[in-house]
T-cell receptor, first 114, second 111 residues
Framework: DTGVSQNPRHKITKRGQNVTFRCDPI?????LYWYRQTLGQGPEFLTY????????KSRLLSDRFSAERPKGSFSTLEIQRTEQGDSAMYLC????????????FGPGTRLTVL | SQQGEEDPQALSIQEGENATMNCSYK?????LQWYRQNSGRGLVHLIL?????REKHSGRLRVTLDTSKKSSSLLITASRAADTASYFC???????????FGTGTSLTVIP
C-alpha cells in the first residue's frame, strides 16, 4: 500500500454514460497525476495538478475528460459520454515537487465501457 | 505516444538467474526511473537515476544510464519468483513536469 487510494476500483458502465473517479493522494504531496493504461501498454500521461492548479493536459485528453482538484487534496476525473475506447485502467499518482520525482501510485480504477 | 521503449517485451528466466531489460528514450531527460507493476495493480517505484549519473545500485537492482545513446538498463540479480511482474522505465521531459512511460518488459521467473 503506497498511501494513495482510488475509488472505485472497478466501474462498468454503458456507452454514453458519465463516470467519475476519485483519487486521494498522500496528504503532504502537492503534485497529483492522472494516467491511463491499456492492456499491454505503459501508463499514458493525461494531466497533472500542483496543489489545486491543473498545470498540464495531454493532447490525448479529449474535451469529454475533465479533472479537478478543488482544495489541493483529493482529485476527481470525469469522463462524459463514455465510449468503448475509454475502457482502460485509470491510475493516479502523487509526489512532492522539489523533493523527489518518485511517484506513488494508487491501485487504479478499471473502467469497462459496454 | 510514449517516450520510451523497453526491450525485450517479454523475458522468461529460471529462479536464481539474472534478468536484464533495456529502455530507450527519445529526448533529453532530467532523470530516468524504473517501476514495477504486478498484474492488475498500481506501479511501484524501484529506482531513480539522474542524468548526470551513469550507474546506481539498490539491493539486487543495478541501473545504468547512457545519455549519449539515450538508453538505460535494469539488471535484477539472483531473481526470485516474486520478481515476476512488468517493468517500466519512465522519463521526465526537459521541463520535468510530465512523465513518459515505456511499453514495459514482462518478466516471468520460473521457480
Amino acid at each position: 500500500d503506497t498511501g494513495v487510494s482510488q475509488n472505485p476500483r472497478h466501474k462498468i458502465t454503458k456507452r454514453g454514460q458519465n463516470v467519475t473517479f476519485r483519487c486521494d493522494p498522500i496528504s503532504e504531496h502537492n503534485r497529483l497525476y492522472w494516467y491511463r493504461q491499456t492492456l499491454g501498454q505503459g501508463p499514458e500521461f493525461l494531466t497533472y495538478f500542483q496543489n489545486e492548479a491543473q498545470l498540464e493536459k495531454s493532447r490525448l485528453l479529449s474535451d469529454r475528460f475533465s479533472a479537478e482538484r478543488p482544495k489541493g487534496s483529493f482529485s476527481t476525473l470525469e469522463i462524459q459520454r463514455t465510449e468503448q475506447g475509454d475502457s482502460a485502467m485509470y491510475l493516479c499518482a502523487s509526489n512532492l515537487a522539489g523533493v523527489s520525482d518518485e511517484q506513488f501510485f494508487g491501485p487504479g480504477t478499471r473502467l469497462t465501457v459496454l | 505516444s510514449q517516450q520510451g521503449e523497453e526491450d525485450p517485451q517479454a523475458l522468461s528466466i529460471q529462479e536464481g538467474e539474472n534478468a536484464t531489460m533495456n529502455c530507450s528514450y527519445k529526448t533529453s531527460i532530467n532523470n530516468l526511473q524504473w517501476y514495477r507493476q504486478n498484474s492488475g495493480r498500481g506501479l511501484v517505484h524501484l529506482i531513480l537515476i539522474r542524468s548526470n549519473e551513469r550507474e546506481k545500485h539498490s539491493g539486487r537492482l543495478r541501473v545504468t544510464l547512457d545519455t549519449s545513446k539515450k538508453s538505460s538498463s535494469l539488471l535484477i540479480t539472483a531473481s526470485r519468483a516474486a520478481d515476476t511482474a512488468s517493468y517500466f522505465c519512465a522519463t521526465n521531459g526537459y521541463t520535468g513536469n510530465q512523465f513518459y512511460f515505456g511499453t514495459g518488459t514482462s518478466l516471468t521467473v520460473i521457480p
